[in-house]
């Protein structure tokens, strides 16, 4: 099959991308940049004129530097551009891929038509000499970014860098065992890598080796050779035992799973993956009693990891406790949302995105140009909870789970019952009863939370004082203006969505305890404020976003409803459908989600709307429609220069499973689209065959 196109962004000063990247070097916390790719061109018919141009790319064999000048000779001789050609220098012609286990970049610059050298730049700018070690180390890191800079079908992670080509790290089982044989050897090194931002402490279960075997064994459901790497390293670290359980589970081997969850807790009662996993496991079957009590565990064993306490809140809506899971969500620790290693690059004289003819689609590339020049409501854009990332967007999606199940007003009643709202606070100051616990801490006693840390006015990592400061300033603006403008003026008199009054938060008290009292009140409803709580401000704002999620909503529905009534068009641009699919989406309603997406196909395509219609499909098992959304998907993928999605590859590996690949082929095929089209589709079956997938035999 053709590879994709070559991006080029070309440079202002020949070598500046080298140059930046060298300087962000230091910065580098985890995975570290796509690797780069700088090739300097000069120009056929005026023979003096040079210009460096580069691109970025994730996938290619970082193993040796023979494989890496490989991949430049790839697209040196470039038949589509008769215009200039690629020379050695100086300046240089290189490639450059990060090692993040040693904080190394690993260069290969490449002289034409012949001769590597190779090297290594440590953070100081210093070279080394590139070792068989590091090289293996490279090769690993290469995989993890492969899958973790992957984009997941709706197109998010490819319009975030320009220009970044994408391939498949690992083609054949080959390939496979050189992974897995690395994996294995610096498997214990894994922590230095980072984590995901939902774990603060990496360890040897939770950093992004483990993430990134993990993603690798479920999209190509290689589980027996998973299985295999862990029971291998289970025997030097009981720890393992977690992920080796994920496995087991994961292939339909249970009994051998919950045999090996029982032996591993007997050895380390305390370690709240184990617990994790019990809890999971627990709650698929519907044992929520024995889910509750490992959840339990969890927390008591890793009570500063978010990770138990977003499962003990999930167990408790899950029973219908909703005064506890309000209370256990309010109890989780909050992390700072930290981006991926993402390339910071000068501003380049021009970028040349080419298409390859083989990727061309007229429904996608009239979407590419008509998407240009759409209007957007200005309260569709102030959506805030669209941007939430990390530990933020998994406490939102918790909260949006009890208010799609018990509705907004109820969530309003147990907001009341469990925290302390501002009038109850402003009452019992002003009434001076302060004998109680509670009280004592509204006073500005600093006093553990509910997770064992102080209430020291941060929001447990999640933002920092400035960050509140402007919060307070929003909040405060929402409590003196009305709220914000609607879709439809027309609509307000039709929302009905109550605004939630304002709750007593730790850092309000600790900031402002001489605030002037309002008016005395002591009636008994005050008689159970010492059983309250103080509210976390990063979970009051979250109730403040929720608000105008379900505001907009609201308006939305409505005016739908209407124009049905009256038998006319309710006219929304595609990109408005889309953000109205995602709200509906956040929201958990599905059908009304896919309602929006397909209002947004109807008038262009659309990554995101086609992966949300694709969704839906998956779920109703419509496995014809699932193919022709995935073949879009694909073609579009391969137009921005992504060959590989693992998110995709599972799909048809999963569909491959129930049908078999020979249907697969056969509903592929008959599809009434180019076959250059076809073959990238055709492409990823191939893929679920060379790994032998269930299915795949015949």
């Given at each position: 099959?053709?590879a994709?196109?070559?991006?080029?962004?070309?440079e202002?000063?020949?070598?500046?991308a080298?140059?930046?990247?060298?300087?962000?070097?230091?910065?580098l916390?985890?995975?570290?940049?796509?690797?780069?790719v700088h090739?300097?061109?000069?120009?056929?018919?005026?023979g003096?004129?040079?210009?460096?141009?580069?691109?970025?790319?994730?996938?290619?064999?970082?193993?040796?530097?023979?494989?890496?000048?490989?991949?430049?000779?790839?697209?040196?001789?470039?038949?589509?551009?008769?215009?200039?050609?690629?020379?050695?220098?100086?300046?240089?012609?290189?490639?450059?891929?990060?090692n993040?286990?040693?904080?190394?970049d690993?260069?290969?610059?490449v002289?034409?038509?012949?001769?590597?050298?190779?090297?290594?730049?440590?953070?100081?700018?210093?070279?080394?000499?590139?070792?068989?070690?590091?090289?293996?180390?490279?090769?690993?890191?290469?995989?993890?970014?492969?899958?973790?800079?992957?984009?997941?079908?709706g197109?998010?992670?490819?319009?975030k860098i320009?220009?970044?080509?994408?391939?498949?790290?690992?083609?054949?089982?080959?390939?496979?065992?050189?992974?897995?044989?690395?994996?294995?050897?610096?498997f214990f090194?894994?922590?230095q890598?980072?984590?995901?931002?939902?774990?603060?402490v990496?360890?040897?279960?939770?950093?992004?080796?483990?993430?990134?075997?993990?993603?690798?064994?479920?999209?190509?459901?290689?589980?027996?050779?998973?299985?295999?790497?862990?029971?291998?390293?289970?025997t030097r670290?009981?720890?393992?035992?977690?992920?080796?359980?994920?496995?087991?589970?994961?292939?339909?081997?249970?009994?051998?799973?919950?045999?090996?969850?029982?032996?591993?807790?007997?050895?380390l009662?305390m370690?709240?993956?184990?617990?994790?996993?019990?809890?999971?496991?627990?709650?698929?079957?519907?044992?929520?009693?024995?889910?509750?009590?490992?959840?339990?565990?969890?927390?008591?064993?890793?009570?500063?990891?978010?990770?138990?306490?977003?499962?003990?809140?999930?167990?408790?809506?899950?029973?219908?406790?909703?005064?506890?899971?309000?209370?256990?969500?309010?109890s989780?620790p909050?992390?700072?949302?930290?981006?991926?290693?993402?390339?910071?690059?000068?501003?380049?004289?021009?970028?040349?995105?080419?298409?390859?003819?083989?990727?061309?689609?007229?429904?996608?590339?009239?979407?590419?140009?008509?998407?240009?020049?759409e209007?957007?409501?200005?309260?569709?854009?102030?959506?805030?909870?669209?941007?939430?990332?990390?530990?933020?967007?998994?406490?939102?999606?918790?909260?949006?789970?009890?208010?799609?199940?018990?509705?907004?007003?109820?969530?309003?009643?147990?907001?009341?019952?469990?925290?302390?709202?501002?009038?109850?606070?402003?009452?019992?100051?002003?009434?001076?009863?302060?004998?109680?616990?509670?009280?004592?801490?509204?006073?500005?006693?600093?006093?553990?939370?509910?997770?064992?840390?102080e209430?020291?006015?941060?929001?447990?990592?999640?933002?920092?004082?400035?960050?509140?400061?402007?919060?307070?300033?929003?909040?405060?603006?929402?409590k003196?203006?009305?709220?914000t403008?609607?879709?439809?003026?027309?609509?307000?008199?039709?929302?009905?969505?109550?605004?939630?009054?304002?709750?007593?938060?730790?850092?309000?008290?600790?900031?402002?305890?001489d605030?002037?009292?309002?008016p005395?009140?002591?009636?008994?409803?005050?008689?159970?404020?010492?059983?309250?709580?103080?509210?976390?401000?990063?979970?009051?704002?979250?109730?403040?976003?929720?608000?105008?999620?379900?505001?907009?909503?609201?308006?939305?529905?409505?005016?739908?409803?209407?124009?049905?009534?009256?038998?006319?068009?309710?006219?929304?641009?595609?990109?408005?459908?889309?953000?109205l699919?995602?709200?509906a989406?956040?929201l958990?309603?599905?059908?009304?989600?896919?309602?929006?997406?397909?209002?947004c196909?109807?008038?262009?395509?659309?990554?995101k709307?086609?992966?949300?219609?694709?969704?839906n499909?998956?779920?109703?098992?419509?496995?014809?429609?699932?193919?022709?959304?995935?073949?879009?998907?694909?073609a579009?993928?391969?137009?921005?220069?992504?060959?590989?999605?693992?998110?995709?590859?599972?799909?048809?590996?999963?569909?491959?499973?129930?049908?078999?690949?020979?249907?697969?082929?056969?509903?592929?095929?008959?599809?009434?689209?180019?076959?250059?089209?076809?073959?990238?589709?055709?492409?990823y079956?191939e893929?679920?065959?060379?790994?032998?997938?269930?299915?795949?035999?015949?």
């Amino acid at each position: 099959m053709v590879a994709p196109a070559v991006p080029e962004i070309v440079e202002e000063e020949i070598e500046s991308a080298i140059e930046s990247r060298n300087d962000a070097l230091p910065t580098l916390r985890e995975l570290g940049p796509p690797d780069l790719v700088h090739l300097v061109k000069q120009s056929i018919k005026s023979g003096n004129k040079q210009s460096g141009v580069y691109h970025h790319v994730t996938g290619i064999d970082a193993s040796s530097s023979a494989s890496l000048a490989a991949y430049v000779n790839t697209i040196t001789y470039n038949p589509n551009d008769k215009s200039s050609k690629v020379i050695s220098g100086p300046p240089i012609t290189s490639v450059s891929c990060y090692n993040a286990f040693s904080r190394l970049d690993m260069r290969v610059d490449v002289k034409i038509p012949g001769g590597v050298e190779s090297y290594c730049i440590d953070e100081r700018g210093d070279k080394r000499v590139a070792s068989d070690t590091l090289w293996m180390e490279t090769f690993l890191c290469g995989v993890l970014r492969a899958y973790a800079y992957a984009d997941d079908g709706g197109g998010d992670s490819i319009k975030k860098i320009i220009g970044v080509r994408r391939f498949d790290p690992i083609t054949s089982t080959e390939m496979e065992h050189r992974f897995l044989d690395a994996a294995e050897r610096l498997f214990f090194q894994g922590p230095q890598l980072g984590s995901e931002p939902e774990v603060q402490v990496p360890n040897n279960a939770s950093n992004h080796l483990t993430t990134g075997l993990i993603n690798y064994i479920n999209t190509t459901g290689r589980y027996t050779s998973g299985i295999n790497l862990f029971e291998k390293l289970r025997t030097r670290d009981p720890e393992v035992s977690s992920l080796l359980a994920r496995v087991m589970i994961s292939s339909d081997e249970e009994v051998q799973a919950v045999k090996l969850l029982h032996e591993a807790v007997a050895k380390l009662p305390m370690d709240y993956s184990l617990l994790d996993c019990q809890a999971t496991f627990c709650q698929s079957k519907g044992r929520l009693d024995w889910a509750l009590e490992c959840a339990k565990r969890g927390v008591t064993a890793a009570p500063s990891e978010f990770s138990t306490w977003a499962k003990l809140a999930e167990v408790y809506v899950a029973l219908e406790d909703w005064d506890l899971a309000l209370l256990t969500l309010n109890s989780c620790p909050m992390f700072t949302y930290q981006e991926k290693d993402l390339p910071r690059m000068p501003e380049p004289a021009r970028i040349l995105l080419p298409v390859l003819p083989e990727s061309m689609l007229d429904e996608i590339d009239e979407s590419t140009q008509a998407q240009y020049g759409e209007q957007v409501h200005a309260s569709l854009r102030k959506l805030h909870a669209a941007g939430y990332k990390g530990t933020f967007l998994k406490a939102y999606s918790i909260l949006t789970e009890i208010t799609a199940k018990i509705g907004w007003d109820q969530l309003l009643r147990t907001r009341s019952q469990v925290f302390v709202m501002e009038e109850e606070y402003r009452s019992e100051k002003q009434t001076g009863r302060n004998t109680n616990a509670s009280t004592t801490a509204l006073r500005g006693t600093p006093s553990p939370g509910i997770n064992g840390t102080e209430r020291d006015g941060q929001i447990n990592g999640g933002l920092d004082e400035s960050d509140s400061q402007a919060d307070d300033e929003e909040t405060s603006g929402d409590k003196q203006s009305s709220p914000t403008s609607p879709l439809d003026s027309a609509t307000m008199a039709d929302s009905s969505i109550e605004k939630p009054v304002h709750i007593v938060t730790s850092e309000a008290i600790n900031s402002s305890p001489d605030d002037s009292a309002g008016p005395s009140n002591t009636d008994e409803r005050y008689t159970q404020f010492h059983n309250k709580r103080l509210c976390e401000r990063w979970l009051d704002n979250l109730f403040m976003v929720l608000y105008e999620d379900l505001r907009i909503y609201t308006i939305w529905r409505t005016d739908m409803a209407r124009a049905q009534s009256e038998s006319s068009d309710y006219r929304k641009s595609a990109e408005e459908w889309e953000i109205l699919g995602e709200l509906a989406e956040r929201l958990h309603h599905f059908p009304e989600a896919v309602e929006a997406y397909q209002a947004c196909l109807r008038i262009r395509f659309s990554p995101k709307a086609m992966k949300g219609v694709l969704k839906n499909y998956e779920i109703q098992r419509r496995s014809g429609e699932m193919l022709q959304a995935m073949i879009r998907l694909i073609a579009w993928q391969y137009r921005w220069y992504s060959e590989f999605s693992p998110a995709l590859l599972r799909i048809i590996r999963v569909l491959i499973e129930s049908e078999g690949a020979v249907k697969v082929r056969s509903i592929v095929q008959a599809t009434s689209l180019p076959q250059p089209v076809l073959d990238l589709t055709h492409r990823y079956v191939e893929l679920c065959v060379a790994f032998r997938s269930s299915g795949s035999e015949a």
